[in-house]
C-alpha cells in the first residue's frame, strides 16, 4: 500500500486529495493535526491502522526550481530565529540532516514486497525536479534508503465532471534579462532565440510563440486555453466519450527582485553606482552560500553559472543607512513564462495520468511514469 499526504488547503492541494483518493493501492493521509512531514511519518510509524511495510510514500506540495517546497518538514528553528520554518528550502533540509528528523524508519520500508527493490518518495509540485541538490539533500534527509522523484515541469491538475481527475504537466518555457521588453515583437525574438525545445528533443517552431504570447506582455498573468487530444478516450459515461479536452495554459510576466545588505563597521560605501556595485560583488564572492563549492549555491537557485553571471542578470540600486551603517542593495529582473501543456508533438495526445471516479467505466491511464527522465528527476 502506498500512502500519500497533502496538508495545504488551496484549489491545488484540494483537486490533489481526490487524485490521491482515486489512485490504485493509495492511502490519503488527511487529519487535521498532520500538517508537517514528520508528522506524516511519525503517523505511518505509530497507528495501528497502517498496513506495512509501507510501498511508496507520496506527497503534494507547491514548489519551485530554486529549491524550494511550500510545505513544513518538521519543526525547525534557523539561526536562532524563534519561529519554526513552514516552508522547506535547501537550509531546512540541512538542518534536517543534521538532526535526523525525518529519518525514515526502517520498519515502515522493511522487508521489501520485492527483494532489491527500494521504495520511492513521490513528490507532486511545480519544478521541484529541476533543482537537483535540493532533491538530493532531501533524500540524504530522509536516511537515504529511498528513491525520490520530483516534476522537472509544472504540475497541474483537473477534475473532469462525473468523469475523474486528470494529472498533466506544463512546459517551463522561459527568457529573463535585467530589463523589460519593450513589446511583444522583441519578447518573440528572444524566446525564437532561445532555442527551446519539447521533452523529445524537437525544437519549438518559431510561429507558435507569436500565437502563444499576448499582444499585452506587460500584464503580469494571461490566461491561455489550449485544445489537445486524449490518446486513450475517456467516458463521459457508459454511452458517450471524450477524445479531446481543453486545458490551461499561462503567459507570466514576474518581476523578481533580490536584497541583499553588505555591513559596514567602520567607514562607508563610496557614492557612485560602480563603487557600491564593487562592494557588493566582494561581499558576494566572501558569502559562503555563494561559493561555488556550495552544494547549492544561491546564484545557481537563480539558474545562473558564477557570482559574476548573476550579478549581470540584475539590474542593480542602492541605498545607504547611516543609522544603521548597512547598505542595501536590490536587484530586479524580469521573467517572461509560457506555460504550454506537454503533450506528444507529434499527435497533439496529452501526457498524462487519469484517475476515475467510482462510477466512471473508464480504466486508470498512467503515461507519466516516475522513472520516465523526459518528466522526473530520479535520484
Request: aromatic share 10%.
Amino acid at each position: 500500500m502506498d500512502y500519500a499526504f497533502a496538508p495545504g488547503r488551496t484549489r491545488y492541494d484540494n483537486i490533489m486529495h481526490q487524485l490521491f483518493q482515486r489512485r490504485p493501492d493509495t492511502t490519503l493521509i488527511d487529519r487535521r493535526r498532520i500538517t508537517r512531514v514528520d508528522q506524516f511519518l511519525d503517523h505511518l510509524n505509530t497507528a495501528a491502522s497502517i498496513g506495512l511495510p509501507v510501498g511508496d510514500f507520496v506527497i503534494s506540495s507547491h514548489g519551485n526550481d530554486a529549491g524550494y517546497m511550500q510545505i513544513q518538514l518538521a519543526d525547525i528553528h534557523l539561526a536562532g530565529r524563534r519561529r519554526a520554518e513552514t516552508v522547506t528550502t535547501f537550509e531546512v533540509l540541512e538542518e534536517a540532516l543534521s538532526t535526523g528528523i525525518i529519518i525514515i524508519p526502517s520498519n515502515l520500508t522493511e522487508p521489501r514486497p520485492v527483494a532489491g527493490v527500494r521504495p520511492n518518495f513521490h513528490i507532486r509540485g511545480c519544478k521541484i525536479g529541476q533543482a537537483e541538490p535540493f532533491v538530493r539533500k532531501l533524500k540524504e534527509a530522509l536516511g537515504g534508503d529511498v528513491t525520490v522523484t520530483a516534476p522537472k515541469h509544472f504540475h497541474h491538475n483537473r477534475t473532469l465532471p462525473r468523469m475523474g481527475v486528470l494529472e498533466h504537466l506544463g512546459y517551463d518555457f522561459a527568457v529573463k534579462r535585467n530589463t523589460a521588453f519593450a513589446n511583444k515583437a522583441e519578447l518573440v525574438a528572444a524566446f525564437q532565440a532561445a532555442n527551446l525545445t519539447f521533452f523529445e528533443g524537437t525544437p519549438v517552431p518559431n510561429d507558435s510563440w507569436n500565437d502563444w504570447i499576448p499582444r499585452n506582455i506587460r500584464r503580469a498573468r494571461s490566461a491561455k486555453r489550449f485544445t489537445v487530444n486524449l490518446g486513450t478516450p475517456i467516458q463521459r459515461n457508459a454511452t458517450h466519450q471524450i477524445t479531446n479536452v481543453r486545458v490551461d495554459g499561462q503567459y507570466r510576466h514576474d518581476q523578481e527582485s533580490f536584497t541583499y545588505t553588505v555591513p559596514y563597521p567602520s567607514g562607508a560605501p563610496g557614492t557612485t553606482h560602480a563603487e557600491r556595485l564593487t562592494d557588493l560583488t566582494t561581499s558576494l564572492n566572501a558569502h559562503a552560500a555563494f561559493s561555488s563549492g556550495h552544494e547549492f549555491p544561491m546564484y545557481q537557485r537563480y539558474e545562473t553559472t558564477s557570482v559574476s553571471d548573476f550579478l549581470d542578470d540584475f539590474t542593480w540600486t542602492f541605498s545607504w543607512s547611516r543609522r544603521t551603517r548597512m547598505l542595501t542593495c536590490v536587484g530586479r529582473r524580469h521573467r517572461y513564462t509560457m506555460i504550454v501543456p506537454v503533450t506528444d508533438p507529434a499527435t497533439n495526445n496529452l501526457c498524462l495520468n487519469f484517475f476515475p471516479f467510482a462510477s466512471n467505466p473508464t480504466p486508470v491511464i498512467r503515461l507519466l511514469p516516475e522513472n520516465d527522465s523526459r518528466f522526473f528527476l530520479t535520484v
